[in-house]
């Protein structure tokens, strides 16, 4: 459909200007490209954007040179493995999740220690408070990992379930289609050697009546280019048959990989906006964190060891009245 | 010293003008306090202080109700238990290196995971720096750890070695003194009893002499005399010696009580000087974590899907020519 919207037409046939024993195209695994020749002619079919629909349309020899790997192939498994990407980051940030949730379970557990817990007055108050300040620094990174949980692994970890199986389809459609071109093909070639054997027939049987004159022979003759014929009609029936099913192919091809470059700019953006959002939680946890200092920086700006015995002395004092000289 | 310089006059003797048989003081545990009537008399020697030096004269009798604690023995107390506070302050801030080191060790182990470091393009640079924030962040939070150490931790730790043994020390002097003000006390009683005595062996004979003049009598009387005289003169002597006592007892009191304030207050402004260092530390932190995320923001901003297909693309492509129909 995304090709149509494109108004690609499928393999443009009007450059095959047939001639008599030019061969105008090659085929590499039953797929028909134009002579280096006619190469130029191709324009890209969409020049500025690198999409994926341009430039997979040949098969890639695995590194053996044994097997064919066919480009959509490629494209596919470049969706597989950016699959696969997104949730080892999701796994990674499971595990920076599970760091800060050590580290705010630390931080509260020693703020609740009680030491020095006795320290008394001004200093008494500002210790507490700072002792207070890593239970909130623990409430900040325990939030943190909360929300990293929520905000970014949990949407990370989110693929459609049948991904990986729609994928399979996709895989299989377009291999089918390969087969099909391919069996069609073979029908091309056996109905070319038909047609061959048919005038080679023919021009024998027009051979023999060049040196002998004959109503059977021309009988022949007539029977022999009447079958030439059939297998002409039969070897463009043929090769009709293989160019739509090439066609069909050729659309899916286009079709299929813009599905995919949509999907790859899906996943790419998504993965963007959720890593974006951890930076945001980030700064919210360093801004949040600073604030749990301040109340102390404040009682600590007030710690005066004046008050402290003041408060201590009105406490504790055992009484003010100073011996004198004793008298006889 | 302390006490020269405040020109502190030791016990005020001239409060006293002792009328036989009036008693001006009250004592007690061997200290000599002046009546209720006398109090007002007594101004404090730092008056807008809430100076030691003024508020620890008379002992404590504990819970019990038994044992005396003296008020000096309070002030130390109180010094030892700062010296504890101080100990276990530093013991918290210890902890809080151990959480701050682990922290730091957990994100640069998490940094160095190879979890999705095959993305590519744009997102796989924001992707790589985003992990390698992490060690940045772990090389923030080992700082903090390490300055927490030599900044706070340490300088909490440093006592001088002998605070223990200097305060046994002082306690012992201040117990010293009060065993021979003590001592001189009971020299007192005695004396006072023997005059008390000697008056009234002094009282019989002159009652005698009245009933019969007696040359014998008249030398008895003499002589009782001189030895009720002799009496006073020792009573003298040893209220004398007692009141030395407790004028060095009580400039000792001043003294010492004066130092403990001082050193009270040295520990306090130290304490809070490294609680502050810890608070900057703290911010510290927090700050240079914001930037290390700074990048990651940046290479956030500038990924794009186009440019990861792009690169992709030129990489990983299979052929850009496109198949042509096949002709007969």
Redesign the interface.
């Known amino acids: 459909m995304i090709a149509e919207r494109m108004a690609v037409k499928s393999?443009?046939?009007n450059?095959?200007t047939?001639t008599s024993g030019v061969i105008?195209?090659k085929?590499i695994n039953c797929?028909?490209?134009?002579l280096p020749l006619?190469?130029s002619e191709?324009q890209?079919?969409k020049p500025d954007?690198?999409?994926?629909c341009?430039?997979?349309?040949?098969?890639?020899k695995d590194p053996q040179g044994s097997a064919n790997i066919?480009?959509f192939e490629?494209l596919l498994q470049?969706q597989l493995?950016g699959r696969q990407?997104?949730k080892?980051?999701a796994?990674?940030v499971r595990?920076?999740i599970r760091?800060e949730e050590?580290?705010a379970k630390?931080?509260s557990k020693?703020s609740q220690?009680p030491?020095?817990a006795?320290?008394e007055g001004t200093?008494g108050e500002?210790?507490s408070q700072?002792?207070k300040s890593?239970a909130d620094e623990a409430e900040v990174h325990l939030k943190f990992s909360s929300k990293l949980q929520s905000e970014v692994e949990k949407p990370l970890l989110i693929f459609r379930e049948n991904f990986k199986k729609d994928m399979k389809k996709f895989d299989h459609h377009m291999a089918d289609l390969r087969k099909q071109l391919a069996s069609r093909?073979a029908a091309?070639e056996k109905a070319?050697k038909a047609l061959a054997d048919r005038q080679k027939d023919l021009d024998l049987k027009t051979q023999q009546l060049e040196i002998k004159l004959n109503s059977k022979i021309e009988e022949d003759i007539k029977k022999a280019r009447r079958k030439s014929t059939q297998a002409?009609d039969e070897?463009?029936r043929c090769?009709d048959l293989?160019?739509q099913s090439?066609?069909k192919w050729?659309e899916e091809m286009v079709t299929s990989s813009l599905e995919l470059?949509r999907l790859?700019?899906e996943r790419?953006?998504m993965?963007?906006q959720h890593?974006?959002q951890?930076?945001t939680l980030?700064?919210e946890t360093?801004?949040f964190?600073?604030s749990t200092?301040e109340p102390?920086?404040k009682l600590?700006r007030s710690?005066d060891?004046?008050t402290?015995?003041?408060l201590?002395?009105?406490e504790?004092?055992?009484?003010?009245?100073?011996?004198?000289?004793?008298?006889?």
Chains 1, 2 share one sequence.
């Open positions: 393999p443009p046939s450059t095959q047939h105008q195209f085929q797929v028909t490209f134009p006619h190469m191709q890209l079919l954007e690198w999409s994926y341009d430039y997979f349309w040949a098969d890639r066919s480009g490629v470049k493995k990407m997104q080892e980051m796994e990674f595990e920076r760091i050590e580290y630390n931080l020693l220690i030491l020095a006795q320290e200093l500002a210790w700072l002792k890593l093909n091309v070319r002409g070897l463009m090769v293989y160019n090439q066609s050729f470059e790859e700019v790419v953006e993965i963007r890593l974006c951890y930076t980030r700064h360093d801004m964190n600073q200092i102390v920086d600590l710690v060891p004046a402290d015995r003041e201590w002395v009105k504790h004092k055992t009484g003010e009245l100073r011996p004198v000289d004793m008298d006889i």
